[in-house]
């Protein structure tokens, strides 16, 4: 029994032994990374690393005969660190030398985290070791002589992109309302992080929506090509030289506009979709969608007569606070003076009239112009469409407009008064008549 319980306690102690001299490394993406994305991290072995009592000593990898700047080596292969660093990080001049220093017959590991959950390396063994990634350009440099946690040094851009020029636009430049052929401006802001790397700035515009090819990128003298990406409708790739010659937390922006086409009228409401990809492209980084949405509204009648029947033959326009008159052509919706240059929309046999598509915030009134025979024109009425609301009941208004049959009016060329002095005419008669009678009977 004794015998079974010291190996059993042996057993135990060489375990805790190896757990704590395994070497396995823990590497946690960068805050903010979109779920969707996948980021590679290759680990090299910089030096072999032995733990003792008295600490950590380092030797040159099986091959190495020289160590990077910033280090020394003696005749036994024993490295010591022998830069400028007094605070105990390495200098950025240390990591460049450590950069070139290794290869790819250094690699020991390559690991992929989806997302932000965190990956783990297998037991690498002692060591001192560089990290890349495909999330930026900042590297770690760390030891190891039992299983450690690092976390990903970069930080991921932020964008953020809002309306800026439209006919009605929310506070939050989220949502918008515009006419149809107007022009629809969005500014984009690109928030530089930390290690910024191969920053791609790609946007999607929805049918409806016709890009009018006029970017404008500030800072001045900004990098930039514009290649062709599937599914984009324009796509911005930054030079990385550029990009590094901006401060961390600085901003790109991004300004250009789009034309809300005739499509328009069929989508709602109109989605403008945009996002930046960075990193290493062995990497699939990239921030969460940022959306803007325009819509425009439609006005709907219903034409019935005075029994509530449908009624067709009635023709409507509408026309705007200015009093000029809607027209919807191939460029959009075109505002004219003249009542008989509008657009004049007949109701059917099932009294259903086309709607009046493509409108943007205002009030507007409804004006009967063709009236069907034998009924009495409808009296004009007014709509609002209100601003900062994009619910259906405000963008998708309808109106029941009713003719009753019409009545006979006052007219000339009939007997007028005629019968009057005909009559006049018989009681003056009469009336001599009866004095006539009267005398004889009194003589």
């Known amino acids: 029994m004794k015998k079974l319980i010291s190996l059993v306690l042996a057993l135990a102690m060489i375990l805790m032994v190896g757990a704590a001299m395994a070497g396995t490394i823990t590497i946690t993406p960068p805050t903010g990374v979109d779920a969707d994305s996948t980021n590679v991290y290759r680990v090299y072995k910089v030096f072999d690393a032995v733990a ?4 950590i ?17 003696d005749t036994a292969g024993n490295v010591t660190y022998s830069g400028t660093s007094t605070t105990g990080e390495l200098t950025a001049a240390d990591i460049a030398a ?15 985290a989806s997302g932000a959950n965190a990956v783990t390396t297998e037991d690498l063994g002692a060591g001192y070791f560089f990290i ?13 002589t039992g299983n450690i946690d690092v976390d990903d040094k970069n930080t991921v851009p932020e964008v953020d992109k809002k309306i800026t020029g439209a006919t009605s636009i929310d506070e939050d430049g989220k949502k918008a309302l515009a006419q149809v052929g107007t022009t629809v401006t969005y500014t984009a802001e690109i928030t530089i992080g930390k290690g910024a790397k191969d920053y791609v700035f790609h946007d999607t515009m929805e049918t409806g929506l016709t890009y009018n090819n006029d970017v404008a990128v500030t800072p001045a003298g900004a990098v930039y090509t514009t290649p062709s990406v599937e599914g984009d409708t324009f796509t911005l790739a930054f030079d990385n030289d550029w990009i590094k010659t901006l401060a961390v937390g600085s901003k790109i922006t991004i300004v250009y506009s789009a034309t ?4 328009a009228i069929t ?22 969608d940022t959306e803007a949405d325009v819509y425009e509204a439609k006005f709907t009648v219903e034409k019935k007569d005075g029994d509530g029947y449908p009624l067709a033959g009635a023709g409507f326009v509408i026309k705007n606070a200015a009093g000029k008159y809607y027209t ?41 112009k063709t009236v069907p025979e034998g009924y009495n024109k ?4 007014d709509f609002t469409i209100a601003e900062h609301d994009y619910t259906s009941d405000n963008l998708e208004q309808e109106a029941e407009v009713t003719n009753n049959a019409g009545t006979e009016l006052p007219h000339t060329g009939g007997i007028g008064t005629t019968i009057f002095y005909i009559l006049g005419g018989l009681l003056v008669v009469g009336a001599a008549v009866i004095l006539v009678a009267r005398r004889k009977a009194q003589d």
């Open 52 to 55: 003792s009592d008295a600490g």
């Open 57 to 73: 000593s380092y030797k040159l990898v099986s091959g190495k005969t020289t160590a990077p700047a910033g280090f020394s080596v």
């Open 98 to 112: 450590i950069k070139a220093y290794v290869t790819d017959a250094d690699i020991v590991a390559t690991v992929t």
């Open 132 to 144: 890349d990634t495909t999330t930026g350009t900042t590297v770690t440099v760390d030891s190891t």
């Open 260 to 263: 809300v086409n005739e499509d």
């Open 267 to 288: 989508v709602d409401p109109l989605n403008n979709t945009a996002y930046v990809s960075y990193g290493d492209s062995n990497g699939n980084n990239r921030t969460p």
């Open 328 to 368: 919807l052509t191939d460029d959009g919706i075109v505002w004219v003076d003249s009542i008989d240059d509008a657009d004049e929309h007949l109701s059917q046999e099932d009294g259903s009239v086309a709607p009046f598509t493509g409108l943007a915030n205002g009030t507007y009134t409804l004006v009967e």
């Open 378 to 381: 409808a009296a004009d009425q």
